[in-house]
């Protein structure tokens, strides 16, 4: 069973950044790619970007001149630097593992499937931009 916990979201202020952690545990973490989703209430989720265990990543489109996703498998910590955020970034933003191929994971999310291969997913970590 693979569990997952994010933290460092808060309140701030339009332009700041912030990166979010997701530290997760379990068996061979190394061969799952992990992926950073947001939600605002009454939308669907969104994917944002994903990693491989091999470090390979895949952004959308969107927010990829901003946010930068990164991997420590030493630490078992995976994380979403987020910068010149905005009000359009206030969520709450999750992140999930998948066993599947990376290759087909980042092939779903170009044609918009970004919870395809997903099996675990942790609770969420809230960021509020305002200002």
């Known amino acids: 069973q693979v569990q997952l916990v994010e933290s460092g979201g808060g309140s701030v202020q339009t332009g700041s950044s912030l990166t979010l952690s997701c530290v997760i545990s379990?068996?061979?973490?190394?061969?799952?790619?992990i992926g950073w989703f947001r939600q605002v209430p009454g939308k669907e989720r969104e994917g944002i970007a994903c990693i491989a265990g091999d470090r390979r990543t895949y952004a959308i489109d969107s927010v990829k001149d901003r946010f930068t996703i990164a991997r420590d498998n030493a630490k078992n910590n995976v994380y979403l630097q987020m910068n010149s955020l905005t009000p359009e970034d206030t969520a709450t933003y999750f992140c999930a593992a998948g066993g599947a191929a990376f290759s087909a994971i980042a092939g779903m999310w170009k044609v918009g499937q970004t919870s395809y291969g997903m099996d675990y997913w942790g609770k969420g970590t809230l960021v509020s931009v305002s200002g």
């Open positions: 379990g068996p061979s973490l190394d061969s799952y790619t």
